[in-house]
């Protein structure tokens, strides 16, 4: 059988239940709907302009990532996020990354270094003009090329599944005032120590930004559960 005329698709078009899910996602990460919060489809689809079933589809997808949750009686709520869940979460997080930094500071190649540059100031940018949801998605982007330069493709699938949650996390932590070091400035001293092919110097970094980001989520989560 013969493939004449036909190209690759590059890019699959968006589907809706991709913009609701979206949307959700983004509401529920900025804090728009508050854990615990009811999540009713009705109110959804009349705010959204679809249908039921778009809405009840994208909210199955948000209950697999960790951010809604289906309770009896009741239907889905935002989930919430406990300290013992969002310590799971770095401890997973300082593993992966870690290894990850070491390893592409010794594979960075100048064309690596420009998309990570890229990233960082699409993060700076995003953190300057306080627009949160653009910062999650550049920071996002800013791990993946760190991922793809060391070869660590499993292990950013990992971190994949869990990245509704950790967006959730570092937008808590990222935009904190309560720190010594603002998060774009931790992500700078990560870039600039595997820029210069430091890979102990890159695992600090990710060391230090990791415990700076868990303990004011540990300070945060547990005023909240108390």
Known sequence: MTTLGLNKIDQQPITLREVVLDR????IINDVFKPGERLIERVLCEQLGVSRTVVRESLRYLDAEGLVEHVPN???????MTWADARQIYDIRRKLECDAAEACARNMTPAQERRLRKALNELESAALQHESSALFKATTRFYEVI??????????????????RISRLRIMTLTSADRDVSGPGHMRAICEAIA?????????AVEAHLKDASAIAETLLKREES
Do not use: K
Not at 24 to 27: C, E, P, T, V
């Open 24 to 27: 959700l996602r983004d509401a």
């Open 74 to 80: 009741r239907g889905p709520i935002v989930a919430r």
């Open 147 to 164: 991922f793809e330069g060391a070869g660590h493709t499993i292990a950013w699938e990992i971190v994949s599944r869990l990245n509704s």
């Open 196 to 204: 210069a092919h430091d890979a102990q110097a890159a695992r600090l």
